[in-house]
């Protein structure tokens, strides 16, 4: 009976395993990469994207998931949260971070989008200090403020980060002046 039940506890196991994972996708620590082209033009797909459990908000004790993509939207490199509740409109909502023990940056440069549960880092310079401060790390804390949605938080683990970076920019690359730190 014992050994029934180990067998059909493997079975699930593999079939759930095979949902987590896109085919066409590679894994690269906390990051699923995406591989498959697009099927409009044939190029490849650029995008990594690592989820979490756990975003929270002061207005609903509700535990929710999170979404951190980094990618290309019409040739340009972005990086995208998105949550499963409202978390302000664009002209009330203040996006902070902090990467490890890196020095946490505040009222960075972003935009959320119609729908209220996606920001995204666009602009050039900020973006590139996400990236620089991405490189490396294991963890991101986000903390959303908004006047008219309460405030907002989430940790997702970012380790791996470096290929999902190369791989993710890769049709759109980050301004040549100010692409890899050196060190």
Not at 74 to 91: H, M, V, W
Not at 176 to 181: E, F, G, I
């Amino acid at each position: 009976m014992r050994g029934l039940l180990r067998i059909l506890a493997c079975g699930a196991t593999a079939m759930l395993a095979g949902c987590v994972t896109d085919a066409g996708s590679i894994r690269s620590g906390s990051w699923m990469i995406d591989q498959k082209p697009d099927r409009i033009t044939g190029t490849p797909v650029a995008g990594a994207v690592t989820r979490t459990w756990g975003a929270t908000n002061s207005n609903n004790p509700a535990i929710r998931n999170a979404l951190l993509q980094l990618t290309c939207f019409e040739n340009r490199p972005i990086a995208k949260i998105a949550l499963d509740f409202k978390i302000g409109s664009d002209r009330n909502t203040s996006l902070g971070y902090r990467f490890d023990d890196k020095p946490g940056r505040d009222s960075v440069e972003s935009r959320v989008l119609l729908g209220y549960q996606v920001i995204v880092i666009e602009d050039a310079a900020a973006l590139q200090q996400f990236v620089d401060d991405l490189r490396g790390s294991n963890r991101l804390f986000v903390r959303f403020r908004s006047l008219n949605a309460g405030n907002s938080a989430v940790e997702f683990k970012v380790d791996g980060s470096e290929t999902a970076i190369e791989a993710a920019y890769a049709a759109c690359p980050l301004s040549p002046a100010t692409s890899r730190r050196t060190t």
